[in-house]
Every structure is written in C-alpha cells, then in structure tokens.
C-alpha cells in the first residue's frame, strides 16, 4: 500500500481574512523523500502555501491534510523556516542558542534543554557545517552561516516534512552547494521539503517535483514534466521571455511581478 502523503491539498483556497483568497486552485501532494520547488512571481502565493501547511493561514475553501492532520496540530512535528527572521543582529544571541530554540516546539515552554537536546542541536550544528561557529553571536555571522543556522534551527525537531521559504537568496555559491547537498541527504533519509524559490536551475538540481503558481496554481507534477516553456509563461507572463528549448528554460528565468491584487 502507498504511504500516506505527508501533505495533501485539493482544491484548496487559503485567505488571511477568512474572506479574501490570498491563493486558489491549490492541489498538491508531498511524499516521504519527494522535493517540491514552489515557483512564480512575487507576491504569487508561494509563503503563503508554506504557512498554511504549518497552520499560520487557513483554507477557507478545499481539502488538506499535513502529517496526518491540520496545519496548526501538524506544526510541531514540522521543520519550517521562514523567509524573514526576528532575530536582531545586535540581540546578544549565540548562534548555538539560536538553534537550541527550535527545539522549543517540542521541548515546551517549562521544560529546560536535557542531554538528548544538546546532542540534537549538536548534530544539526554539524548537518549544516557550523560546529566551529556555535559560540559566535548570530549577528556577527554571515549571511550564508546565518541562513544555515536557520536551516539547523528547523532541523532540530527531526521533521518528517520541511518547509523552506526562499533559503537560497543570498547566499554565495560555496553556501548554496551546501545546502543543495544537504536538502539531497533530507531527502535520501525520507524527509518531505517544499521549497519556495525563484531559481529554476536550483529546482531541478534539489527537487522531484514542481508547483507554479500566479495567485492560483498553474500547475503541479514532476519536475521535468511539469516546469516547461508553457507553464513558466503562464506563469511569469510573456515578458518571461520565450523558450525553446529546456537548457533555454533553465538558464533565462526572469521572474516578473504578479498583477495588483485583485482578489483573484
Ligand atoms: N499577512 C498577510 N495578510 C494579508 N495578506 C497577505 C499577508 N501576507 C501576504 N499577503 C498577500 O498574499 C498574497 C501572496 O503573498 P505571498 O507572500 O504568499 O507571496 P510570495 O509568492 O511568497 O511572494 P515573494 O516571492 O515576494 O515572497 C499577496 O497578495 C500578499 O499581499
């Protein structure tokens, strides 16, 4: 019998209001191992689908399911790494102290780290390559080591499920290869990801599978069946150039803003 999927949406419409669709049309599934790149313009939809999965936007129209369960009780067991963070870089916060709070989740409020925590948190520090780094204040890290500081942060709850939102911006080319190899070990160990990103290339080197997305879902499927010329212009509009070819595709992504909103 085939696993069930660790998220699973149908026909699922996602408002911030409870009235307003923010995002529409959104069917989709995620499996054990599988990868699935979020891909279209700004303001399209895409952290929003991440936040719904792990209860921060609800459905107000549809089916989903996340681990089993809703976005809000799933949450726990999810990793999720948002694309702006609240750290303040002069907050006097070590980076290991950082990663230590995703262990929160699970910890509880009223529970102090044990012995089980701080190896977890060590591993994850490792994961990431970051070991040497634990004592330095977060802020006085580099971009590329905070964000896989981050990344670790997520990764200290084990999830079965992560979720990624644009953890690829910014980072210098020794720091993307790193996290790319790192989402494939994920993924070879049975993890779930979605990732939002607006890198093609990056998609097809780390994903399976491929969601696009311009306020309502364009389409959704593996990656090299799905993340073709037609779709990324129905997606990016035709000022996402033309594409003849998939090598055309991939080297000339040209992400263009969404239309005003509308509400759809
Ligand atoms: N907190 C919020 N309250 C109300 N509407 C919101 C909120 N956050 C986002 N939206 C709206 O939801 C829509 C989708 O935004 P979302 O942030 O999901 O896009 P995105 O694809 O992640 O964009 P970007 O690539 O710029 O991060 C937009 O119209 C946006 O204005």
Redesign the pocket.
Known sequence: MTPQPLAEYRDVTLS??GHTP??ADLNLQIREGEALALV?P????????LKSMVGLVDPIGGWMQVLGTSGRRAAREIGYMP?TDEIDPEFPISLRQVVTMGRFRKLGPLRWPGKTDRQTVDAALERVNLTEHAHKRFGDLSGGQQQRGLLARALVTNPKLLLLD?PFNGLDTTSRQQLMQTLRELREEGVGIAV?THDLELAHQVCSHVLLINRRQIAFGPIHETLIPEHVTATFGESAGHFDTHDDLIAHPHPVPAPE?TGL
């Open positions: 911030y209001d923010a995002s279209g700004n303001a399209s939809g895409k952290s929003t689908l694309q644009e939002s909103r």
